[in-house]
């Protein structure tokens, strides 16, 4: 069965701090990985990752694949209130139109 | 540019009662369309996908149904509403990319 798994479920940090947060995956026929960003309502779309050792960077948020270890991080650093969300990954894999994602990441920045 | 809307933003139901909860998406055509459940503020869970008019599939054996009766009309109905049936209900729409992209979800409460 598909899996992605998030860790850890919930992490607590100061303002300015650089947290990295994890996904791995087990899926037939892996094409990509996504990274999302809930806060309220609806999640909106971070990064897309298909080639294993390239990373993408959106300001102080970057992400990186490696599918040697079947895994892929988040990475923000210098940290705001702002960034307090859940964040989700969630895996595409060949031949389905449809994503699996993980539990998600609760992130919350204290001032 | 497209849009997706969902509606209602917030529903309290009784047990046993019937449900139907509405999304559509403008601005683009033959769109693949996804109805996901997340509870408490965790993953999300695909309840039911589709890629054209009249086609369903269905990920998980539970209470409710989905129907797509317009090319960009996707609704997620039940006939006796469980107690387990609450949560927040969320929309999702893809076109030739991977990226799905998220309406602003119902949060359903069933009492």
């Known amino acids: 069965e598909d899996k992605v798994v998030q860790s850890p479920l919930s992490l607590v940090v100061h303002e300015g701090d650089t947290v990295t947060l994890n996904c791995s995956y087990e899926?037939?026929?892996?094409?990509?990985l996504l990274w999302y960003k809930q806060e309220k309502k609806a999640p909106t779309f971070l990064f897309m990752l298909?080639?294993?050792?390239i990373e993408k960077k959106s300001g102080r948020l970057s992400s990186i694949l490696d599918k040697k270890e079947l895994s892929s991080i988040l990475n923000i650093t210098a940290t705001q209130t702002g960034d307090s969300a859940i964040y989700l990954c969630?895996?595409?894999?060949?031949?389905?139109?449809?994503?699996?994602f993980g539990q998600g990441t609760r992130l919350t920045i204290n001032p | 540019s497209q849009t997706i809307h969902q509606w209602p933003a917030t529903l309290v139901q009784p047990v046993g009662s019937p449900l139907s909860l509405e999304c559509t998406v403008e601005?683009?055509?033959?769109?693949?369309l996804y109805w996901y459940r997340q509870a408490a503020g965790r993953g999300l869970q695909l309840l039911f996908y589709?890629?054209?008019?009249?086609?369903i599939s269905s990920e998980v054996p539970q209470n409710l149904s989905a129907s797509r009766p317009q090319d960009r009309q996707f609704i997620l109905s039940s006939k006796k509403l469980l107690l387990s049936d609450s949560g927040f209900y969320l929309c999702?729409?893809?076109?030739?990319?991977?990226?799905?992209?998220f309406g602003p979800g119902t949060r359903l409460t069933v009492l």
């Open positions: 999702a729409w893809s076109g030739l990319a991977v990226e799905q992209f």
């Open positions: 899926v037939t026929n892996f094409r990509s």
């Open positions: 298909t080639s294993s050792g």
């Open positions: 969630a895996a595409y894999f060949q031949g389905a139109q449809k994503l699996v």
């Open positions: 601005g683009t055509s033959n769109p693949n």
């Open positions: 589709s890629v054209g008019i009249g086609q």
